[in-house]
């Protein structure tokens, strides 16, 4: 089944926040943000832009009768900066306006008078100078000093990864409108329509009930509309509570991409032990995360690159560390991966720092130490339903690895302004919430009478098809045409205290509580059904909007059970909760078993480098991957294409710059640069990795969302394996992207 | 007044030519299908087509609806996401990308939908472009490309029996358009177009370098609009010379039949120029006034060691070698009241040698790292003049005196040119930015002048050589 929302989208009829109709009198915000990255303020004048005609009111923190608070984990983060500013960008006041013309003229005339303060860019000197957003986390297995001490081999090197943009097409943004009653609802691009509900109360001071955010979907999100869609709706929210009209904030790019958080930089040392058999004995590792002003999902996100510290390697002694390091950056959040790509980099960097060292194949240190069935993850969940080693004899037995190193070879060895270079990368991905109480969902179903059905969950669209999903499991479930069924949108007061969409998990919760809302609704109509046609419950099912009968088609149709059924005054709404059962997880021991399951898989990436320009192209993405029982294999396979892409473009041409004073210098889209139709790889290979699925996968279809990201990873590897093949004098260095710079200089290292 | 067709509407409207056709479109007419993603030409969301009637025939290009100036829209054809979809059923495009699940968030698709039109209504037989050139300027960021690709190559096979002299029609028979579009160029023709007249307005071509700084001023203002000049326009060919107007974009270089035989690889050196949508905008004039350093045309036609013609309004004409054009970093030799009018350079002939290079983090819609051209002319085995010209590596599109002076009268020999890079080096002075440090930019310098080399003397410079 094709994406529902297809025809709309390629009709531009699909809405967004922008397109909703307005009020005629709707006003329009616009954020007045810091223009240094670290100082007290000493005045802001407001007057000359309060005097532009067609100002309505400028807000600051003044105005606020609630609380300036709008941190999620850690209550770190104003809304608006009171007497200091900790980041270039951090919002200071929200203008108000008739247009937004009016508002960006206003914005020009404010003057800010700011007495800097030192700063601090880079996540090294936040930890030389102690800085941090909350105390660091070890996870530990075995132990690695006894452990070192008798390895064959012990290698040490530190990393780098760059953060990375979000680039959602959509730039953030809200419309919210007055009520009646001082309620308030809010149109809001979030992936958290929650958070953006409680926050709003906080802030207002008002309660929640008062609140009501709708969502329709949103234009890519990725991560950066979990918490950080947030604050632009509380301030619509805040406007519209005193000025009793509707105000709409659509952030332009810039401001976008000023404003807000990235994937976080992680500066990263590690140290590696393995015996003559290749056996990987001991890692340490310690993660410096760059986590910006304030805690946004910071501390989340530690905690899953220590959960993928090990990829999908089995090690039996394990030392690992992460700092959330205070810098003055925007605060940096969520970004598909959550921290685990940036985990598995520093693995997959020490295992080539020893591959290249021991004089080896990078792979066969990566294929001796793949996790097996009832190994232990180190932080004590038990593996089971391992695909690890069968992804990878997969991949290598349906591709050729083979032939396909052996073209390579002779390639290089024919040709000298061209290499090619080759590498494999294998993931293990896990799939929850890492905090546990975060993994539970509901689904509100309607029949009505006509025997149309509407759902409601907590799920958000933004691309992913997960409205597909949960349409797909309502219509087979009850056993109708998927005409009969539509997706609502995700509305706080229809389903309520919901997790964000996030995690990969959002189908996988949600799907569940559909399916136990149609079952519950089935049971009700089977039973109105077998009256009907005096045959007992076990005989009837529901099937092609009717009812069988020992599956055999009956005259009474669907229409008609419902007709009935209204007349006997059964329900037909039904709401369901559900909550993933068996995780688990001790924050004191650090251990416990935090994953519903894990997805698997493994990726052989080819490039071709031009030795004389330092630039390069990807041949091709050759992927086994496990979908377990995909239920919709057109739309997982696309986003095992659109993570892939996204992960190539971290490893090779994203890059976020930031000047010595703090200031985004990537801060437009002609000089941050995300994959283009020319430069993601020429050829991709998926092939569906024949499994079992998962019972706690919804229709065991594993969640797809995040963990394709990561086989991108495997660009920066063979990236580097034809640039060793040009320059016998290169030293791997392991400093993600590999931009072309990079690529040219490291060819013509000495 | 403006009036143009929007779809399948006629529009009459006094805003401003100044403001940007996207606010028109989205704000004025409330068509909410174009979307905005940047307001910078870079993303695509918003891109629309616009027809232009010429003798009776209708052509119809992308551009990017955000940095286009409502004025340029007088007497043309609009076509919008809406205007583009049947009444009911998915068009043929439109089921394509469907079918190959190329549709995720839906934000970007739009504007696929609209370049891939645009791509469908051009005349073959000018179109040099493959159909994923046509969306060489959108930017999807949740599909990886893979789907869509699925489905270009659909839509090429679709049109593998387009009946070229009946294309519009043909295009309607199969599902592609709407019916209504068969009828446009009578319609155009019936519209009494009146120009615009605003010499006191900014001075404006097409307006992708302006609009990305100042969209909000311009949109204030009638503007003075030079792009449509037909003075301005015009590639000719008389004596040896070839003059190119200035308002001329870099789609018209591109699908220029004599151009094409001069310059075997304008295709390929084009295509790393901006994206189809902004190509189809962009003009030489804008390119050499918006004084760049790293400014792809200028770096082009200096190496063709042209001549500028510059008029001034009271009708004098003067003209300027375009070495002297650029003078310190945005600082040119034009005065007030001054218009670049040509561009011109003499016809390479079988012992020309000319070639482009640039390297950028993106290989395409991408402003460069480094760009270089070069034009060698060969006499008796020597190069008799060299002309290089070398981009992002000083505060102009620097030509390289020293190093073409060092090379006029010597043979063509690895040791030669090593030592002519040496002089490159002396003569330039990069400094680091968001582009690339000065280091990069110097071994970039390097790598791409030998690059000129092996291309054009494959026999004589080969990499290995060089590089051992
Ligand atoms: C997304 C994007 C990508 C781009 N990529 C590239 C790229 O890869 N390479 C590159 O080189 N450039 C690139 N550009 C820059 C721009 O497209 C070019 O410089 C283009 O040629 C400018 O032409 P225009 O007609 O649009 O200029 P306009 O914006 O109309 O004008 C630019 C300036 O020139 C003046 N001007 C224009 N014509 C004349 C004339 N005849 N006489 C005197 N003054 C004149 C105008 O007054 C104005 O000051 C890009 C721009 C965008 C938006
Ligand atoms: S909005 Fe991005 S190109 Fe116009
Ligand atoms: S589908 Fe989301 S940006 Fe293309």
Same mark, same amino acid.
């Given at each position: 089944?094709?994406?529902?929302?297809?025809?709309?989208?390629?009709?531009?009829?699909?809405?967004?926040?922008?397109?909703?109709?307005?009020?005629?009198?709707?006003?329009?915000?616009?954020?007045?943000?810091?223009?240094?990255?670290?100082?007290?303020?000493?005045?802001?004048?407001?007057?000359?832009?309060?005097?532009?005609?067609?100002?309505?009111?400028?807000?600051?923190?003044?105005?606020?009768?609630?609380?300036?608070?709008?941190?999620?984990?850690?209550?770190?983060?104003?809304?608006?900066?009171?007497?200091?500013?900790?980041?270039?960008?951090?919002?200071?006041?929200?203008?108000?306006?008739?247009?937004?013309?009016?508002?960006?003229?206003?914005?020009?005339?404010?003057?800010?008078?700011?007495?800097?303060?030192?700063?601090?860019?880079?996540?090294?000197?936040?930890?030389?100078?102690?800085?941090?957003?909350?105390?660091?986390?070890?996870?530990?297995?075995?132990?690695?000093?006894?452990?070192?001490?008798?390895?064959?081999?012990?290698?040490?090197?530190?990393?780098?990864?760059?953060?990375?943009?979000?680039?959602?097409?959509?730039?953030?943004?809200?419309?919210?409108?007055?009520?009646?009653?001082?309620?308030?609802?809010?149109?809001?691009?979030?992936?958290?329509?929650?958070?953006?509900?409680?926050?709003?109360?906080?802030?207002?001071?008002?309660?929640?009930?008062?609140?009501?955010?709708?969502?329709?979907?949103?234009?890519?999100?990725?991560?950066?509309?979990?918490?950080?869609?947030?604050?632009?709706?509380?301030?619509?929210?805040?406007?519209?509570?005193?000025?009793?009209?509707?105000?709409?904030?659509?952030?332009?790019?810039?401001?976008?991409?000023?404003?807000?958080?990235?994937?976080?930089?992680?500066?990263?040392?590690?140290?590696?032990?393995?015996?003559?058999?290749?056996?990987?004995?001991?890692?340490?590792?310690?993660?410096?995360?760059?986590?910006?002003?304030?805690?946004? $999902?910071?501390?989340?996100?530690?905690?899953?690159?220590?959960?993928?510290?090990?990829?999908?390697?089995?090690?039996?002694?394990?030392?690992?560390?992460?700092?959330?390091?205070?810098?003055?950056?925007?605060?940096?959040?969520?970004?598909?991966?959550?921290?685990?790509?940036?985990?598995?980099?520093?693995?997959?960097?020490?295992?080539?720092?020893?591959?290249?060292?021991?004089?080896?194949?990078?792979?066969?240190?990566?294929?001796?130490?793949?996790?097996?069935?009832?190994?232990?993850?180190?932080?004590?969940?038990?593996?089971?339903?391992?695909?690890?080693?069968?992804?990878?004899?997969?991949?290598?037995?349906?591709?050729?690895?083979?032939?396909?190193?052996?073209?390579?070879?002779?390639?290089?060895?024919?040709?000298?302004?061209?290499?090619?270079?080759?590498?494999?990368?294998?993931?293990?991905?896990?799939?929850?919430?890492?905090?546990?109480?975060?993994?539970?969902?509901?689904?509100?179903?309607?029949?009505?009478?006509?025997?149309?059905?509407?759902?409601?969950?907590?799920?958000?669209?933004?691309?992913?098809?997960?409205?597909?999903?949960?349409?797909?499991?309502?219509?087979?479930?009850?056993?109708?045409?998927?005409?009969?069924?539509?997706?609502?949108?995700?509305?706080?007061?229809?389903?309520?205290?919901?997790?964000?969409?996030?995690?990969?998990?959002?189908?996988?919760?949600?799907?569940?509580?559909?399916?136990?809302?149609?079952?519950?609704?089935?049971?009700?109509?089977?039973?109105?059904?077998?009256?009907? $046609?005096?045959?007992?419950?076990?005989?009837?099912? &529901?099937?092609?909007?009717?009812?069988?009968?020992?599956?055999?088609?009956?005259?009474?149709?669907?229409?008609?059970?419902?007709?009935?059924?209204?007349?006997?005054?059964?329900?037909?709404?039904?709401?369901?909760?559900?909550?993933?059962?068996?995780?688990?997880?001790?924050?004191?021991?650090?251990?416990?078993?935090?994953?519903?399951?894990?997805?698997?898989?493994?990726?052989?990436?080819?490039?071709?480098?031009?030795?004389?320009?330092?630039?390069?192209?990807?041949?091709?993405?050759?992927?086994?991957?496990?979908?377990?029982?995909?239920?919709?294999?057109?739309?997982?396979?696309?986003?095992?294409?659109?993570?892939?892409?996204?992960?190539?473009?971290?490893?090779?041409?994203?890059?976020?710059?930031?000047?010595?004073?703090?200031?985004?210098?990537?801060?437009?889209?002609?000089?941050?640069?995300?994959?283009?139709?020319?430069?993601?790889?020429?050829?991709?290979?998926?092939?569906?990795?024949?499994?079992?699925?998962?019972?706690?996968?919804?229709?065991?279809?594993?969640?797809?969302?995040?963990?394709?990201?990561?086989?991108?990873?495997?660009?920066? &590897?063979?990236?580097?394996?034809?640039?060793?093949?040009?320059?016998?004098?290169?030293?791997?260095?392991?400093?993600?992207?590999?931009?072309?710079?990079?690529?040219?200089?490291?060819?013509?290292?000495? | 007044?403006?009036?143009?067709?929007?779809?399948?509407?006629?529009?009459?409207?006094?805003?401003?030519?100044?403001?940007?056709?996207?606010?028109?479109?989205?704000?004025?007419?409330?068509?909410?299908?174009?979307?905005?993603?940047?307001?910078?030409? #870079?993303?695509?969301?918003?891109?629309?087509?616009?027809?232009?009637?010429?003798?009776?025939?209708?052509?119809?290009?992308?551009?990017?609806?955000?940095?286009?100036?409502?004025?340029?829209?007088?007497?043309?054809?609009?076509?919008?996401?809406?205007?583009?979809?049947?009444?009911?059923?998915?068009?043929?495009?439109?089921?394509? +990308?469907?079918?190959?699940?190329?549709?995720?968030?839906?934000?970007?698709?739009?504007?696929?939908?609209?370049?891939?039109?645009?791509?469908?209504? !051009?005349?073959?037989?000018?179109?040099?472009?493959?159909?994923?050139?046509?969306?060489?300027?959108?930017?999807?960021?949740?599909?990886?490309?893979?789907?869509?690709?699925?489905?270009?190559?659909?839509?090429?096979?679709?049109?593998?029996?387009?009946?070229?002299?009946?294309?519009?029609?043909? +295009?309607?028979?199969?599902?592609?358009?709407?019916?209504?579009?068969?009828?446009?160029?009578?319609?155009?023709? #019936?519209?009494?177009?009146?120009?615009?007249?605003?010499?006191?307005?900014?001075?404006?071509?097409?307006?992708?370098?302006?609009?990305?700084?100042?969209?909000?001023?311009?949109?204030?203002?009638?503007?003075?609009?030079?792009?449509?000049?037909?003075?301005?326009?015009?590639?000719?060919?008389?004596?040896?010379?070839?003059?190119?107007?200035?308002?001329?974009?870099?789609?018209?270089?591109?699908?220029?039949? !004599?151009?094409?035989?001069?310059?075997?690889?304008?295709?390929?050196?084009?295509?790393?120029?901006?994206?189809?949508?902004?190509?189809?905008?962009?003009?030489?004039?804008?390119?050499?006034?918006?004084?760049?350093?790293?400014?792809?045309?200028?770096?082009?036609?200096?190496?063709?060691?042209?001549?500028?013609?510059?008029?001034?309004?009271?009708?004098?004409?003067?003209?300027?070698?375009?070495?002297?054009?650029?003078?310190?970093?945005?600082?040119?030799?034009?005065?007030?009241?001054?218009?670049?009018?040509?561009?011109?350079?003499?016809?390479? #002939?079988?012992?020309?040698?000319?070639?482009?290079?640039?390297?950028?983090?993106?290989?395409?819609?991408?402003?460069?790292?480094?760009?270089?051209?070069? !034009?060698?002319?060969?006499?008796?085995?020597?190069?008799?003049?060299?002309?290089?010209?070398?981009?992002?590596?000083?505060?102009?599109?620097?030509?390289?005196?020293?190093?073409?002076?060092?090379?006029?009268?010597?043979?063509?020999?690895?040791?030669?040119?090593?030592?002519?890079?040496?002089?490159?080096?002396?003569?330039?002075?990069?400094?680091?930015?968001? !582009?690339?440090?000065?280091?990069?930019?110097?071994?970039?310098?390097?790598?791409?002048?030998?690059?000129?080399?092996?291309? +054009?003397?494959?026999?004589?410079?080969?990499?290995?050589?060089?590089?051992?």
């Amino acid at each position: 089944m094709k994406n529902i929302d297809s025809y709309g989208h390629l009709r531009g009829e699909s809405l967004f926040v922008d397109d909703i109709i307005t009020r005629h009198d709707t006003l329009f915000g616009l954020v007045f943000d810091s223009p240094k990255a670290h100082g007290k303020i000493i005045s802001v004048d407001y007057t000359k832009a309060e005097a532009v005609k067609g100002v309505i009111k400028i807000f600051t923190h003044k105005d606020i009768l609630g609380e300036n608070q709008i941190g999620g984990i850690i209550q770190d983060e104003p809304l608006f900066a009171e007497n200091e500013v900790h980041f270039w960008g951090q919002p200071i006041a929200f203008i108000v306006a008739e247009s937004e013309f009016i508002a960006k003229k206003a914005r020009a005339l404010i003057n800010i008078e700011i007495d800097e303060l030192p700063i601090i860019t880079t996540a090294k000197e936040a930890k030389e100078k102690g800085s941090f957003i909350n105390p660091p986390r070890s996870f530990k297995s075995g132990n690695t000093q006894n452990s070192f001490a008798e390895c064959d081999y012990v290698y040490e090197g530190e990393t780098f990864s760059n953060g990375q943009e979000h680039l959602y097409l959509e730039t953030q943004g809200s419309y919210a409108v007055p009520m009646e009653n001082g309620n308030i609802k809010i149109t809001s691009s979030t992936q958290g329509p929650t958070i953006v509900q409680k926050t709003v109360a906080k802030v207002l001071g008002v309660n929640m009930h008062k609140i009501e955010v709708d969502v329709i979907r949103l234009g890519g999100a990725f991560g950066g509309k979990e918490d950080q869609a947030t604050a632009w709706a509380v301030m619509t929210a805040l406007a519209v509570q005193q000025l009793k009209k509707p105000v709409k904030y659509i952030l332009n790019r810039h401001d976008d991409l000023r404003m807000t958080g990235k994937r976080h930089p992680y500066e990263s040392t590690f140290k590696i032990g393995l015996t003559k058999d290749l056996k990987i004995q001991a890692f340490e590792v310690e993660f410096l995360q760059n986590s910006g002003a304030a805690a946004d $999902l910071s501390p989340a996100i530690a905690e899953r690159t220590l959960f993928h510290a090990t990829n999908s390697y089995f090690i039996p002694n394990v030392m690992s560390t992460v700092y959330s390091c205070k810098t003055n950056l925007p605060p940096n959040t969520a970004f598909r991966g959550f921290g685990g790509p940036q985990g598995m980099f520093v693995i997959e960097s020490a295992i080539a720092k020893a591959a290249n060292e021991i004089g080896v194949n990078k792979r066969l240190i990566q294929e001796a130490n793949l996790i097996a069935e009832n190994d232990e993850f180190y932080y004590g969940q038990i593996a089971t339903q391992v695909e690890a080693q069968k992804s990878w004899l997969a991949t290598k037995e349906e591709f050729n690895l083979k032939r396909l190193e052996k073209e390579v070879k002779t390639f290089n060895k024919e040709n000298l302004q061209f290499k090619k270079g080759i590498s494999l990368m294998p993931i293990a991905f896990g799939i929850s919430f890492t905090n546990t109480p975060m993994n539970h969902a509901r689904a509100l179903i309607h029949i009505y009478q006509d025997g149309s059905v509407g759902v409601s969950t907590g799920a958000v669209e933004m691309g992913q098809s997960v409205n597909t999903k949960m349409l797909q499991v309502a219509y087979n479930t009850l056993g109708i045409s998927p005409l009969k069924v539509k997706l609502e949108t995700t509305n706080t007061t229809r389903v309520a205290n919901t997790s964000p969409t996030a995690a990969s998990a959002t189908a996988d919760l949600n799907g569940k509580a559909v399916l136990q809302a149609c079952n519950s609704l089935i049971e009700r109509l089977k039973s109105v059904a077998c009256k009907m $046609l005096s045959v007992t419950e076990s005989e009837i099912i &529901f099937k092609e909007d009717q009812v069988f009968v020992n599956n055999k088609k009956s005259d009474l149709l669907w229409e008609e059970v419902v007709t009935q059924a209204m007349l006997e005054r059964v329900a037909l709404s039904e709401n369901a909760h559900y909550a993933t059962p068996v995780i688990h997880f001790d924050k004191t021991k650090e251990k416990g078993h935090p994953f519903a399951y894990h997805v698997y898989g493994t990726a052989i990436t080819t490039v071709t480098v031009d030795c004389l320009r330092g630039i390069y192209e990807i041949d091709a993405v050759k992927i086994t991957h496990d979908f377990g029982k995909s239920m919709n294999l057109g739309i997982d396979v696309g986003q095992v294409e659109g993570a892939l892409a996204q992960g190539i473009g971290w490893m090779t041409m994203e890059e976020i710059v930031y000047g010595k004073n703090g200031q985004l210098l990537s801060n437009s889209l002609s000089s941050y640069k995300v994959p283009d139709i020319f430069s993601v790889a020429n050829k991709v290979d998926i092939i569906p990795l024949e499994t079992q699925g998962n019972d706690m996968a919804i229709l065991k279809s594993k969640a797809v969302g995040e963990p394709p990201l990561m086989y991108g990873i495997g660009t920066y &590897f063979a990236i580097q394996d034809a640039v060793a093949a040009f320059n016998p004098n290169y030293k791997p260095k392991f400093h993600s992207p590999f931009t072309p710079e990079k690529v040219l200089i490291s060819l013509y290292e000495k | 007044m403006i009036q143009f067709i929007l779809n399948n509407k006629i529009i009459k409207t006094s805003s401003n030519s100044g403001m940007t056709l996207l606010d028109f479109i989205r704000e004025k007419e409330q068509l909410k299908g174009t979307k905005i993603g940047c307001r910078e030409g #870079d993303c695509g969301a918003c891109t629309v087509l616009v027809g232009t009637l010429n003798k009776n025939k209708i052509s119809y290009q992308s551009i990017t609806s955000c940095i286009y100036p409502l004025g340029n829209a007088n007497g043309k054809h609009i076509v919008t996401i809406e205007g583009i979809n049947l009444t009911q059923n998915l068009n043929s495009v439109q089921q394509s +990308l469907s079918e190959n699940y190329a549709t995720q968030c839906g934000f970007c698709t739009p504007g696929f939908v609209v370049s891939l039109t645009g791509y469908v209504l !051009r005349n073959s037989k000018e179109n040099l472009n493959t159909i994923n050139d046509a969306i060489s300027g959108n930017i999807c960021r949740c599909t990886g490309y893979k789907s869509i690709e699925k489905a270009t190559k659909e839509i090429d096979e679709k049109l593998i029996f387009k009946d070229a002299d009946h294309q519009v029609k043909w +295009l309607v028979d199969k599902g592609f358009i709407p019916d209504y579009f068969t009828e446009i160029p009578k319609r155009l023709n #019936d519209i009494k177009i009146q120009k615009l007249n605003s010499i006191s307005g900014t001075i404006v071509a097409n307006g992708t370098d302006l609009y990305v700084q100042f969209a909000d001023k311009l949109s204030e203002e009638n503007i003075n609009l030079i792009g449509e000049e037909s003075s301005l326009k015009g590639i000719t060919f008389s004596n040896k010379i070839c003059t190119i107007g200035a308002s001329t974009t870099v789609t018209e270089l591109l699908e220029n039949d !004599r151009l094409q035989n001069i310059f075997p690889k304008l295709n390929s050196f084009l295509k790393l120029v901006s994206s189809q949508q902004i190509r189809n905008m962009g003009t030489l004039g804008g390119n050499f006034v918006n004084a760049s350093p790293i400014g792809d045309m200028s770096i082009f036609f200096l190496a063709l060691n042209s001549i500028l013609r510059i008029n001034n309004k009271n009708g004098t004409t003067r003209e300027i070698s375009f070495q002297k054009f650029h003078q310190d970093y945005k600082k040119f030799d034009l005065k007030e009241g001054e218009l670049i009018n040509s561009v011109s350079f003499l016809i390479p #002939d079988k012992n020309t040698f000319f070639n482009f290079e640039k390297v950028s983090k993106r290989s395409h819609l991408d402003i460069a790292s480094v760009n270089t051209a070069g !034009r060698i002319n060969i006499k008796n085995n020597r190069i008799s003049n060299a002309y290089f010209s070398l981009g992002g590596v000083a505060a102009i599109p620097k030509f390289l005196t020293k190093t073409n002076d060092f090379l006029n009268g010597k043979t063509i020999d690895t040791k030669t040119i090593k030592q002519a890079e040496r002089i490159l080096q002396s003569e330039i002075s990069p400094i680091s930015d968001v !582009r690339g440090t000065f280091n990069y930019k110097r071994l970039l310098a390097k790598q791409l002048f030998f690059a000129h080399f092996i291309e +054009l003397f494959p026999k004589k410079i080969k990499f290995q050589n060089l590089f051992s």
